[in-house]
């Protein structure tokens, strides 16, 4: 991955988190582009967008319970559909159908909110199938 700019996208409805897990991507990872939304239409929009412009994400970071604004079910759908790897990262005492079809979806790639910067990390590479 060395001189490829990682292309990141970032989906929460909590600033802090979508805040949190910038600062550590940035932290992680040489000057990567992240691409940051709180609503998991404008999620899709940006996927598909930097498809379209021939930018496929390299991965997708997204919560799950985004009220009012619905869930991260349809991100984490459309990133299966695509082929394009997602880690979900949300509270694990969820409990509803929508999150255990998500739970499903992802399989091991699931971070407990508040994530922290070497569980990102970890898992990135893990997904991404490198070392920075």
């Known amino acids: 991955m060395k001189g490829k700019t990682l292309i990141l996208v ?7 988190i979508r805040d949190l897990l910038t600062r550590h991507l940035h932290r992680c990872f040489d000057r990567p582009e992240v691409n940051i939304t709180g609503t998991p239409d404008f999620a899709c929009d940006i996927i ?16 799950f319970d985004m ?3 619905g869930n991260g079910l349809p991100v984490i759908q459309l990133c299966k559909k695509l082929g394009v ?7 694990p005492d969820q409990n509803h159908e929508d ?4 739970r499903e979806l992802v399989g091991e790639s699931f971070i407990a909110k508040p994530a922290e910067g070497f569980e990102i990390k970890e898992m990135a590479e893990r997904i991404l199938g490198f070392r920075s």
């Open 85 to 91: 790897p997602v880690i979900l990262i949300c509270s």
């Open 10 to 16: 970032v989906v929460d409805d909590e600033k802090f």
């Open 48 to 63: 598909m967008n930097l498809i379209r412009h021939d930018r496929r994400p390299d991965l997708v970071f997204t919560g």
């Open 99 to 102: 999150f255990r079809t998500a």
């Open 67 to 69: 009220r009012p604004h």
